[in-house]
């Protein structure tokens, strides 16, 4: 059984909060049911009551105000046992909407979900933006796009999570260190944003939200503390620690692309001075200026490369080679930091066929000790996977923070 404690002090104001403890009471009953609900299936008042340790009269009561405020809905009956037909209950899928994107220098991606975390609708678009207005205008587009192919309108959605690059400097109001999105950093996006999608938005960033994807529904679900390492177009790590995510200080724990690992790859000072040494060095981009410098021809991508590799090319094998001694480079002084039970790799390099075998065999040489390193098989997803996990959960607290405590009564505002 959950426990729940509330104290409540007067702080001067004699019946103001004798009255109001009631309704507290009340709010936090129903959200307490509605918890079970959510994490159990379709529930009868017995189990209910059972599972909350509350008495049936005030499980009734609480499922009466919720069933009103449209978060719960009638699931059929319980048969097969002896007595009297249980009536379910269950989440309403309707009650709530969540919008997660992720914003990307080469696509934007998408997907909407209901309450009861079945996904309506997934897109996903090039992206052409030259600026962050461009990129902006990019996401309502989408947004919009997703809202009509599930029939909703965007006014319908409780919550929008966008996945960017970078963190948030609360000193400009503004994202920060957000590597290759042209004017992605300045505080006319924010604003922006804001003014499209509303108070409900919040921005997290990508790979941080790729990893919470990798706990919900990934192998970080097998273990406490991991690392989700992502190398594609750029660099980042999300870090889950004890079974949080942690964020550092400043919000930048994960930002490897700013450590200064250098090598083979070569780096243009200008680009690690706008993404960071390492991304510099090692992302994708990096990697297709080493194969074209040892020789590769024609329409040269980072897939290119790891095939012709996986294919005996020597030349690519060599790229790869380096690459993967770069990245077991960094992820080496992760273990030493941070000693996580498992790396996760993921992005287009990052789950290369071969790649995750090759960082393994360079790590193993140089870490103290040597986590299990996996590849993540989220796929391009992840990033809106995870925005969606988090919207989820920021959904629920909107909508359970001013449920009705009972018939005409004012909305309970727990904070």
């Not at 690059?165 to 994202?175: C, L, S, W």
């Not at 193993?364 to 990033?383: C, F, H, K, Y």
Request: with cysteine; proline share 5%; glycine share 12%.
């Amino acid at each position: 059984m959950r426990e729940v404690a509330v104290t409540v002090t007067s702080a001067g104001v004699p019946g103001a909060m004798s009255a109001a403890r009631p309704q507290l009471i009340r709010a936090l009953n129903e959200q307490l049911l509605l918890g079970y609900i959510r994490d159990h299936g379709p529930c009868s008042r017995a189990d209910l009551a059972r599972l909350s340790g509350l008495s049936k009269p005030t499980v009734s009561l609480a499922l009466a105000t919720v069933e009103q405020a449209g978060l719960v809905q009638e699931a059929g009956q319980r048969i097969g046992r002896p007595g009297r037909s249980a009536l379910l209950y269950e989440i309403k899928p309707e009650a709530g909407f969540v919008l997660g994107l992720d914003v990307g220098a080469q696509y934007i991606r998408g997907a909407l979900t209901d309450l009861a975390g079945e996904v309506r609708v997934r897109s996903s678009a090039r992206s052409h933006a030259s600026g962050g207005r461009s990129r902006v205008e990019e996401l309502v587009c989408l947004a919009d796009d997703l809202c009509a192919q599930a029939g909703l309108n965007r006014a319908d959605v409780t919550q929008t999570v966008i996945g960017s690059p970078g963190v948030y400097d609360p000193r400009r109001n503004a994202m920060a260190l957000t590597g290759g999105l042209p004017g992605w950093d300045k505080p006319t996006v924010l604003a922006q944003l804001r003014e499209a999608f509303g108070q409900s938005l919040v921005v997290e960033n990508d790979v941080d939200a790729a990893a919470l994807a990798e706990r919900a529904h990934g192998h970080g679900q097998e273990v406490d503390s991991f690392a989700f390492v992502s190398v594609g177009t750029g660099i980042g790590m999300g870090l889950v620690i004890g079974g949080q995510l942690f964020r550092g200080a400043h919000g930048v724990a994960g930002e490897i692309a700013y450590m200064p690992m250098t090598g083979g790859h070569g780096t243009d000072a200008e680009d690690a001075r706008r993404r960071g040494v390492f991304e510099a060095a090692a992302s994708g981009p990096a990697v297709v200026r080493a194969a074209r410098r040892a020789g590769m021809r024609g329409q040269v991508s980072a897939r290119r490369v790891f095939t012709a590799a996986a294919r005996g090319d020597e030349r690519a094998a060599a790229v790869v080679a380096e690459e993967a001694a770069l990245l077991a480079r960094v992820l080496c002084a992760v273990v030493t930091v941070v000693d996580p039970e498992l790396i996760v790799l993921g992005g287009g390099v990052g789950q290369a066929p071969g790649f995750a075998a090759a960082v393994t065999g360079e790590l193993r040489q140089i870490a103290p000790v040597m986590p299990e390193v996996r590849v993540s098989a989220l796929g391009t997803d992840a990033v809106v996977d995870g925005c969606l996990a988090a919207g989820a959960e920021l959904a629920w607290t909107q909508l359970t923070v001013t449920i009705p405590s009972a018939p005409g009564t004012p909305s309970a505002d727990i904070r």
